[in-house]
């Protein structure tokens, strides 16, 4: 994309993100040390979540080998039998569990709204304790899933995430 101005070839290209200025108007601004620091955040947990698969297929197999049927997963410290149908890939909605009745949208909607590209918390109609939340990257989805795992939202209940089925 090459064009002559004042007899000298230009070449011009697009920018790689919005610019300060135009974020602020459209009001989605966010500082620039803040925006790296989240990335190398997705970054990180894109990572922690692929070596935590390649972990998960090794111990596969290696179950597969044994004829055992529950995977012991590291949570928070301790380790718990997770059914392997409770494991799902990466992507960008959670699955939340566990949750008291009392909470509502309003307050799923404060606690996520913290973590960048948040989209929308949703209830379950007519099912009580459950919700899903929407982030616009499965990286996105992953660090807020890290952040809050294990989450006390009232006394006894420790909010339980896991990434949505497809």
Do not use: H, W
Not at 22 to 28: L, R, S
Not at 101 to 130: S, Y
Not at 153 to 162: A, F, N, R
Request: net charge negative; proline share 5%; aromatic share 6%.
């Amino acid at each position: 994309d090459e064009f002559e101005l004042f007899s000298k070839p230009m070449r011009v290209a697009l920018a790689r993100e919005r610019s300060d200025v135009v974020t602020k108007a459209d009001g989605t601004y966010v500082p620039r040390e803040e925006r790296k620091r989240a990335a190398e955040a997705a970054a990180a947990a894109a990572a922690a979540a692929e070596a935590e698969e390649e972990e998960t297929s090794r111990a596969k197999r290696a179950r597969t080998d044994s004829g055992d049927d529950g995977e012991q997963v590291a949570n928070g410290g301790g380790d718990r039998t997770v059914p392997p149908e409770e494991q799902n890939p990466p992507n960008e909605k959670l699955f939340l569990q566990n949750l008291p009745d009392e909470v509502g949208e309003d307050v799923l909607q404060m606690l996520f709204l913290q973590f960048e590209g948040f989209k929308e918390a949703r209830l379950v109609p007519g099912r009580a304790g459950i919700a899903f939340v929407e982030f616009a990257t499965s990286a996105q989805s992953a660090v807020a899933m890290n952040k809050l795992q294990g989450f006390k939202l009232s006394e006894g209940q420790l909010m339980k995430i896991t990434f949505a089925k497809r």
